[in-house]
């Protein structure tokens, strides 16, 4: 079955740990997405990468930082630094090139971090 | 900026239709997509419009208007399981294609 897999559902820490959220996706896309999702707020992009080996910062990317050492691969660790850490993080991917006009974001499941 | 608006909360009835608007305002636009999202879930993509008109979905329809910055999500025959957050997401080619979202509606169906 495609599709993308976020692991785990929920996951706690205590404040000051730094810890790591996997994306992983069999859907062959090239850009791979992470966005935080907080009540009211909508979702904010945290970092995105259109292909392997490279990556942007979103708008909120402070106390996060991403690696993309595979296609299928796209992990985002919350570290000490950021403030407020508790919230919903999604992963998308995205098939298609930049000129694609047809192609859409699919998300996974999605990780409830809840920082002590 | 990037600033695209939705009302935060609707209501309507079972059997009925229902309207969500969604307004924008973006460096460039690379189409329009509405997401659907049940709480706790991820957001599941409902339809995408790049030229002016409307789009039909089986019960959803969606409509845009690029001159005046304007899209709706219309929903038909409404079901108790359509109570959910309804997403807006502009794409814009000026910034790597990234997606940006409104704060979503939340519709609540009653019977």
């Known amino acids: 079955d495609g599709g993308i897999t976020q692991s785990p559902k929920y996951l706690f820490r205590k404040e000051g740990q730094n810890v790591t959220l996997s994306c992983e996706q069999n859907?062959?896309?090239?850009?791979m997405y992470w966005y935080r999702q907080d009540p009211g707020q909508g979702l904010r992009l945290i970092y995105y990468?259109?292909?392997?080996?490279?990556?942007q910062k979103g708008d909120i990317a402070e106390g996060y930082s991403v690696s993309r050492e595979k296609k299928e691969s796209f992990p985002l660790t919350v570290t000490s630094a950021q403030k407020n850490p508790t919230a919903f993080y999604l992963c998308?991917?995205?098939?298609?090139?930049?000129?694609?006009?047809?192609?859409?974001?699919?998300f996974g499941p999605g990780t409830r971090l809840t920082v002590l | 900026g990037q600033n695209i608006d939705q009302p935060t909360e609707m209501t309507a009835t079972e059997g009925a239709i229902v309207q969500i608007n969604c307004t924008y305002q973006?460096?460039?636009?690379?189409?329009l997509f509405w997401y659907q999202q049940h709480a706790g879930e991820a957001p599941t993509f409902l339809s995408y419009?790049?030229?002016?008109g409307l789009e039909e979905k089986g019960r959803f329809s969606s409509f845009l208007s690029r001159s005046k910055g304007y899209s709706y999500l219309l929903l038909k025959e409404l079901q108790m399981k359509d109570s959910a957050s309804y997403l807006c997401?502009?794409?814009?080619?000026?910034?790597?294609?990234?997606?940006?979202f409104g704060t979503g509606t939340s519709l609540t169906v009653i019977p």
């Open positions: 998308a991917s995205r098939g298609g090139g930049v000129t694609t006009s047809t192609d859409t974001q699919y």
């Open positions: 859907l062959n896309h090239d850009a």
């Open positions: 990468s259109q292909i392997v080996n490279d990556f």
């Open positions: 973006t460096s460039g636009f690379n189409g």
């Open positions: 997401a502009v794409r814009d080619p000026q910034y790597g294609n990234q997606f940006y």
């Open positions: 419009n790049v030229l002016d």
